[in-house]
C-alpha cells in the first residue's frame, strides 16, 4: 500500500543522501506525520499585522 507521504520520504532522502529502509518508512511516516500537524497548527494561529517579534535573550 502507497502512503501519500511516502513519495516526499523518498525525495528527501535521495536529495539528503540518507538511506531509509523498507522497514523504518512507517516510523519516518508516523514522526513526519506528527510534524506537520504540529506546523500545522504554528500556522494557523491568527497574529495581527501590528505584532512585535519577541525581544533576543542572551544568557
Known amino acids: 500500500m502507497a502512503y501519500p507521504l ?3 520520504i ?3 532522502a535521495k536529495a539528503l543522501r540518507l538511506p531509509v529502509e523498507d522497514a ?3 516510523a519516518v511516516r508516523a514522526n513526519l506525520d ?3 500537524r ?3 497548527s504554528v500556522d494557523e494561529f491568527p497574529l495581527p ?3 512585535e517579534p ?3 535573550y542572551a544568557a
Open 54 to 56: 519577541a525581544s533576543i
Open 24 to 26: 523504518w518508512k512507517p
Open 34 to 36: 506528527v510534524t506537520l
Open 49 to 51: 499585522d501590528e505584532i
Open 10 to 12: 523518498d525525495a528527501v
Open 6 to 8: 511516502d513519495d516526499y
Open 38 to 40: 504540529m506546523a500545522r
